[in-house]
């Protein structure tokens, strides 16, 4: 470009003197010459499509002919879902800024004094340049409620299945009415006594949950001076009687059996053998209760539900977080570089502890460089639109939702362009405090 | 991040007079949870990036039966068929170069514009100037969802809707009151001497502005370059709303969504393609991308 | 007053239905070469890939009829709003294929012309059922070309047979068999409630048994409220299976998550997930492209159980209707040809296509599954998908959301039927 010879084109500027008045106006014509494309876009983008957006909000779905005052702004305030979004982007707002100004005021400090601390930083910035809507599709994927499926979930399920170990028949249930839920397991609710037997029949196992070795169920034997039992998959091809020992019915092997007395008093414990059977032999007479232990049947960790309803808010920040934490950081860790260190060592040297000098001397000092990161902040999230889009799924997108894309839903997806324009004014009326802001700073500048 | 560095060496020099080695040893001890903390969050950070990819390269059926850091431990559940399929694909080969095209003209189109007025609002002289650069910083903070309902309208009229003609101009458009507003005040520190020389010499304005200016420019113009780039790139909304069959990428993708859990072996590719350019881009050009950042948001 | 339009309608075809219920084909519409139609027609649908390739089959049938017409047919991916700007622009194609009512309603008086030339060809070569929901305002103005049959429930062969249960005729027995699969270690229910309209579609394969036709037609337009007792009755039956959350994989929540095709596809993978899922014949579509799972060996179907006296003719599908923007010979031309039994053979017999046009020959079918599906819809208790007939506002969107919070709460039943009243007086006002 700057190559381009420019010495043809005509110089009106060192021809014949012009009088003063001839000049200023071909002063202003050539600078109306450079402004005035940038008039004219923003002018056709931005002037008028504010307008008309404005106007717009005051007419109903058909059109212009179709004037309904402030209905749609009523509208806005008592739909439930805008509602939702309204309260959504509040807690947004309130909550996002700061979390980010922390978490980039945090990184700024702790990296100011490592060797390796640009390796971090271009790690934690590099999402800046990613879009918030690939952002949210790589957090779709990390927060997929299977713990085989989804990243975060499977780490709470290592450590989750650390402190307690899933049993071996995780789905299983009593097969009949006789067996009820007790201290965690099954239980038989009628009670045993010496001599007597106990069938302990299960079903929803499924069939590869079988352990190995499992052989046909036997009917139990009474044997006097000992409860003798069964546990078996109660369970063949069409359902079978239920608590009825028959063929094709496989013992489960493995499984303990507890015996409690009348009070409730655990007594013996026995596993079963390779046909399900089991014995408590030497048991004094009484009235006894046969359970299948607690441990048979522990669930494993199923999984946090990130992207249910309740806890989609707080994933979708938890991303945003992850994308914008590098700004923060770099904008900030700029400010802090530009502290007089003088300063700083005269604080110390007063005898303030490190904390005291952050406190009192460093962070005041960083106040500008702070104000502007939340104000970013806040204007980008009044208008965040892809990683709702991206990573509620259709469940629970009317619990995600935020004001920019009700705007687009309402408008594009609903054809309603009436309440859409109320939506997209709503969102501009609230960050008109910023643009006051932002003026009032260039007044001061000038 | 330079010039942070070099500040932080050059203060330590008079307080570290003489250190006996211990006491390096000690002070290097005393921060081993600081660099271990980084270095746990430096790897959090990187896992959804990874993990992306690791899925963009599982084979469908290992997708569904396992997570992608089992897959890790089985080679042979990895596949560069997804993306061999993905470019085989005319809808996503097409919609990469229909973003490339869109993202280099409203990236050229805006920074000659704006340059253009960030000069005229500088060093010229015309009446009502200060009030305009006023509205021009008021218009800094209209959000894109202003324009799109009106924009769709016009569009549909003017035949723009569904191009990327239409698509160039809108992002153009937008980018129009940054640009300017940070270009002003990038201009407006050139030295006055430098430009009355200029104009003693009898240089044209137009002279003046390809000659002077724009190469003087430069580093504010490499910086919103890429920053714009960034933007057009990612961009959804936009595309989403003003175009239909012709449009970028991330829209393109968008469309997927909705059947996320079984068309992962496509989402994924394209995604991970969608955040290699932009990578690249910011990898290449970080030392812009910061200085871009750093005048936009520490005036 | 549509209602009655729609009555007088359907005793028009019986009467048309006895007297040529004899003759296999009558050949209707397309008729004879006719050179003299001359002109170009644009047309656009969803359809690419393998269903470009069989349409373009059947164009080419029209080709040999009409030599003198040129037909550009283009596919778009998403029709509804193509057409949107489209019309705004004032540039529609000529022809377009629209996937619901509720869309094709939204032309009408933009630009739409109606088909009443073809009214008497479609009655005599339709249920009654594919007439109402392409008339709007006494006029029609959609032909049905593409059907599904949305009455079915297909299921693992393997757990059926592991269970020792058989597929069942009545929603009692659907029950039982839930059960025994459950007892044999396999959830009953795969739900897709990430996509609201397994949902509604589910909702409406019972109301339409257990309220009837008329009813249903009823709620359709909005004439009863969704307050209604015959709501809330078909509602709490719903939520016998959807309130069964042990017997969904991974539940409740989970099912919320799981998109359609999922839903599919962890029935047909080993081991199952899941026993059965309730959805239309498009179904093995998605199992044969997504799981290696075979016709009749390892997946198969049956018809949506009956419930209470219901009739077995009560069938649920929906289907792609053609629109007409241009009214000239060479449209109208194309209109009775797609309308035929001759055109929709062609496709039929490629496979991946439900006739909606009873007098197809079930023969050319390529497998009995599709056969069966086809004669679904054929039969005169046809109706049209009631989510798809309604407002988008409603039928795509809040009745979605709605259904989707009674899955996540199936015991409230009332409060599910007041919030779905709420949303349809909305959409309808």
């Known amino acids: 470009m700057t190559s381009t010879p420019i010495s043809a084109e005509p110089l009106p500027g060192a021809a014949a003197p012009h009088s003063a008045q001839q000049e200023k106006r071909r002063r202003t014509l050539s600078a109306l010459a450079f402004v005035g494309p940038a008039v004219f876009f923003l002018l056709v983008w931005t002037v008028y499509p504010t307008i008309y957006t404005i106007t717009r909000s005051f007419f109903g779905k058909s059109g212009f002919s179709s004037f309904v005052g402030i209905d749609n702004y009523k509208t806005l305030f008592s739909d439930h879902v805008i509602r939702t979004a309204i309260k959504n982007n509040f807690i947004w707002v309130v909550i996002v800024p700061f979390a980010v100004t922390f978490l980039g005021l945090i990184f700024a400090v702790l990296t100011e004094r490592i060797r390796w601390a640009t390796a971090f930083k271009v790690v934690v910035f590099a999402p800046l340049a990613i879009s918030l809507f690939a952002t949210g599709v790589m957090w779709r994927v990390m927060y997929q409620k299977d713990p085989s499926q989804g990243a975060i979930n499977a780490a709470v399920k290592a450590v989750s299945d650390e402190f307690s170990k899933p049993g071996t028949l995780t789905g299983a249930q009593g097969s009949s009415p006789k067996l009820v839920p007790a201290h965690g397991g099954i239980q038989l609710n009628q009670t045993v006594q010496p001599g007597g037997t106990a069938l302990l029949g299960l079903t929803a196992i499924p069939a590869p949950d079988v352990p190995a070795g499992a052989k046909q169920a036997v009917h139990p034997q009474p044997k006097s001076g000992a409860i003798t039992g069964v546990v078996w998959r109660d369970f063949k091809p069409g359902g079978g009687t239920p608590g009825k020992v028959e063929s094709q019915e496989l013992g489960l092997p493995g499984v303990t059996v507890v015996l409690r007395d009348a009070n409730d008093k655990k007594v013996q414990s026995a596993k079963t053998g390779a046909d399900g059977s089991f014995a408590f032999d030497g048991v004094g007479s009484g009235s006894y209760h046969v359970a299948i232990s607690k441990s048979t049947f522990a669930k494993g960790f199923a999984g946090i539900n990130w992207l249910g309803g309740s806890l989609i808010t707080l994933s979708m920040i938890i991303a945003y977080l992850w994308a914008s934490a590098g700004f923060a950081m770099v904008v900030i860790g700029a400010g802090l570089a530009s502290i007089p260190r003088d300063t700083l060592e005269a604080a110390r040297t007063d005898g303030a502890t490190e904390f005291q000098v952050f406190r009192r001397v460093t962070v005041p000092l960083l106040a500008p460089v702070l104000t502007v990161v939340l104000v970013t902040q806040v204007i980008g999230i009044l208008k965040l639109f892809d990683i709702v889009y991206s990573i509620a799924p259709g469940s629970t997108i009317n619990n995600a939702t935020l004001l920019a894309y009700e705007m687009y839903r309402r408008s594009f997806l609903q054809n309603d362009f009436g309440l859409g324009s109320a939506v997209a004014t709503f969102i501009l009326v609230l960050v008109i405090p910023i643009l006051v802001l932002r003026i009032r700073d260039f007044r001061r500048e000038v | 991040m330079g010039t942070a560095e070099a500040t932080v060496g050059a203060r330590r020099q008079p307080v570290v007079i003489e250190e006996s080695f211990a006491t390096k040893l000690l002070r290097g001890l005393s921060k081993a949870p600081i660099h271990l903390l980084l270095v746990l969050l430096a790897l959090l950070w990187l896992v959804p990036t990874f993990g992306l990819f690791i899925t963009s390269i599982a084979k469908p059926d290992a997708i569904g039966t396992g997570a992608w850091w089992k897959v890790l431990s089985h080679p042979s559940a990895f596949t560069w068929a997804n993306y061999s399929h993905m470019f085989h694909t005319h809808s996503i080969t097409s919609a990469l170069i229909r973003t490339a095209i869109i993202t280099a003209g409203a990236t050229a189109l805006p920074l000659l514009i704006a340059a253009a007025a960030g000069y005229a609002f500088a060093w010229l002289e015309f009446p009502g100037r200060d009030w305009y650069f006023l509205i021009v910083i008021g218009l800094l903070v209209v959000p894109v969802q202003m324009a799109l309902i009106p924009i769709y309208r016009l569009y549909n009229g003017a035949h723009l809707y569904d191009t990327l003609y239409g698509l160039i101009l809108f992002h153009t458009a937008f980018a129009l009151p940054f640009a300017i507003f940070l270009l002003r005040n990038f201009f407006i520190g050139i030295p006055r001497d430098l430009m009355e020389a200029a104009r003693i010499d009898g240089a044209s304005e137009a002279r003046i502005f390809f000659r002077l200016i724009l190469p003087l420019g430069v580093p504010a113009l490499a910086s919103l370059a890429i920053f714009q780039v960034l933007f057009v790139w990612n961009d959804l909304l936009v595309g989403l709303t003003l175009a239909q069959s012709n449009q970028p990428l991330n829209p393109l993708i968008a469309q997927q969504l909705r059947q996320f859990g079984s068309n992962l072996d496509v989402i994924a590719p394209a995604a991970f393609i969608s955040l290699v350019v932009p990578l690249t881009i910011f990898a290449l050009f970080q030392r812009y991308f910061v200085q871009g950042l750093l005048a936009g948001s520490v005036k | ?429």
């Not at chain 3, 297909?154 to 069942?168: E, I, L, R, S």
């Not at chain 3, 962890?266 to 799981?291: H, L, N, Y």
């Not at chain 3, 219901?310 to 069938?315: I, M, P």
């Not at chain 3, 599709?370 to 969107?397: E, N, Y």
């Open chain 3, 1 to 429: 007053m549509r209602y009655t339009l729609a009555l007088i309608a359907v005793l028009a075809l019986l009467a048309a239905g006895c007297g040529g219920g004899g003759s296999k084909k009558s050949s209707s519409g397309g008729g004879g070469g006719n050179s003299n139609v001359k002109g170009s027609v644009t047309m656009i649908a969803v359809w690419t890939g393998a269903e470009q390739a069989a349409f373009q089959a059947v164009l080419n049938g029209f080709k040999s009829k009409y030599p003198s017409v040129k037909v550009t047919y283009q596919a778009q991916k998403d029709p509804a709003s193509f057409l949107s700007t489209a019309v705004e622009g004032g540039k529609p194609p000529d022809l377009a294929a629209l996937p619901a009512p509720g869309i094709i309603k939204g032309f009408v008086g933009r630009g739409l012309k109606p088909l009443d030339f073809a009214k008497s060809t479609i009655s005599a070569n339709y249920a009654p059922g594919w007439l109402n929901a392409g008339t709007f305002d006494g006029k029609l103005y959609g032909l049905f070309f593409k059907g599904a049959n949305k009455s079915t429930v297909w299921y693992n062969v393997k757990a059926f047979k592991d269970a020792g249960v058989t597929p069942p005729k009545t929603w009692d027995d659907l029950l039982k068999d839930a059960k025994t699969l459950k007892a044999s270690g396999v959830d009953a229910y795969s739900i897709g409630g990430s996509d609201g309209w397994t949902l509604t579609d589910l909702f409406e394969n019972i109301y339409l048994r257990q309220a009837g036709p008329d009813m249903y037609d009823k709620l359709t337009q909005h004439q009863i409220k969704w307050t209604d007792a015959s709501v809330k009755q078909a509602l709490t039956t719903m939520a016998q299976v959807i309130g069964d959350a042990n017997n969904i994989p991974g539940g409740t929540s989970q099912a919320l998550q799981t998109d359609f095709p999922t839903s599919v596809t962890q029935v047909f993978t080993s081991p199952p997930k899941a026993g059965m899922v309730f959805e239309g014949d498009f179904v093995a579509g998605v199992i044969t492209s997504s799981t290696k799972a075979k016709a009749k060996t390892d997946f198969d179907v049956f018809d949506f159980p009956q419930i209470g006296s219901s009739s077995s003719d009560a069938v649920l599908g929906g289907g792609d209707g053609v629109v007409m923007f241009k009214d000239n010979p060479a449209t109208e031309a194309l209109i009775k040809y797609l309308a035929s039994s001759d055109a929709q053979e062609i496709w039929a017999k490629r496979g991946g296509y439900t006739a909606p046009n009873k007098n197809v020959d079930p023969s050319v079918y390529p497998d009995a599954i599709t056969r069966a599906a086809a004669q679904g819809i054929a039969k005169s208790g046809f109706r049209f998908d009631m989510s798809d007939q309604m407002p988008a506002a409603f039928g795509s969107d809040a009745e979605f959301s709605d259904l989707q919070n009674f899955l996540k709460n199936p015991k409230d039943v009332n409060g599910a039927a007041a919030q779905l009243e709420a949303d349809a007086a909305k959409a309808f006002k």
